[in-house]
């Protein structure tokens, strides 16, 4: 785990000799999969409906049409690879060299490369992307920020807001890699953090 502290401009990591060791990105990789749809026009905000493809699959709550919000709460993985489908390779590309995302290869197949392909990122790299998607810095609309940043609400009290996105991939030949990334916001200033496992 990689812990940032903005205020402070320090982090923090247990393993911290993996800081900048890139992992298959899985489904983390749908903050800025949304983030383009947005920005591109393909979705027009959280409440629009993406259409459930009809295959029926084990997962039982992806089997249906559901908003943005939605699928992104429960990572509808068949739901993010249409809209990366409708990006198309010229624009997702474009879009990851803009944000420097990772190591930027989408090779694998347009719907695929951050499940199975060629994509990887570095906790450090997960960190510092969604600190600047925090502050609103990325190269996408106020709106389309703004949009991503209230998605990602997982948890929220009186006293903190933790912002965050799960993933989990298999890669072929059994190798498994599982994030939780996010910030906290408290009063006391705002830490992003970066857990990954790999088994």
């Known amino acids: 785990i990689v812990v940032y502290?903005?205020?402070?401009?320090?982090?923090?990591?247990?393993?911290?000799?993996?800081?900048?060791?890139?992992?298959?990105?899985?489904?983390?990789?749908?903050?800025l999969n949304s983030l383009i749809a947005l920005e591109t026009g393909i979705?027009?905000?959280?409440?629009?409906?993406?259409?459930?493809?009809?295959?029926?699959?084990?997962?039982?709550?992806?089997?249906?049409?559901?908003?943005?919000?939605?699928?992104?709460?429960?990572s509808a993985v068949p739901h993010f690879q249409e809209l990366a489908r409708r990006i198309g390779p010229e624009r997702m590309q474009k879009f990851v060299d803009a944000v420097g995302y990772g190591n930027r290869d989408i090779s694998g197949g347009i719907d695929q490369f951050w499940l199975t392909g060629g994509l990887r990122i570095s906790p450090r790299e997960q960190v510092m992307?969604?600190?600047?998607?925090?502050?609103?810095?990325?190269?996408?609309?106020?709106?389309?920020?703004?949009?991503?940043?209230?998605?990602?609400?997982?948890?929220?009290?009186?006293?903190?807001?933790i912002r965050a996105k799960t993933g989990w991939a298999v890669l072929p030949g059994g190798e498994n890699a599982g994030w939780w990334v996010g910030w906290v916001e408290r009063q006391g200033g705002v830490h992003f953090f970066a857990t990954v496992l790999e088994a």
């Open 129 to 161: 992307f969604l600190s600047r998607l925090q502050r609103g810095d990325l190269p996408f609309s106020a709106a389309a920020q703004a949009t991503v940043r209230e998605m990602m609400v997982g948890e929220q009290t009186a006293e903190h807001t």
């Open 43 to 74: 979705v027009a905000d959280a409440r629009a409906i993406l259409k459930w493809d009809g295959v029926t699959r084990e997962r039982t709550e992806v089997n249906r049409d559901l908003d943005l919000q939605t699928a992104f709460r429960v």
């Open 5 to 31: 502290d903005a205020r402070q401009d320090t982090f923090e990591a247990g393993h911290a000799e993996r800081i900048d060791r890139r992992v298959i990105p899985a489904s983390t990789f749908k903050v």
